[in-house]
């Protein structure tokens, strides 16, 4: 999947109500390097 950094951020601050964000981009980000 192909995310700009907007969708993401707007994704995971509606899935953890803004909290966790740092954790959830560092997640993604980590993802999408390794592929």
Not at 11 to 35: K, P, R
């Amino acid at each position: 999947m192909n995310y700009t950094c907007e969708s993401v951020s707007e994704q995971v601050a509606s899935l953890t109500n803004g909290e966790g964000m740092d954790i959830g981009l560092m997640t993604i980000g980590d993802a999408t390097a390794m592929n």
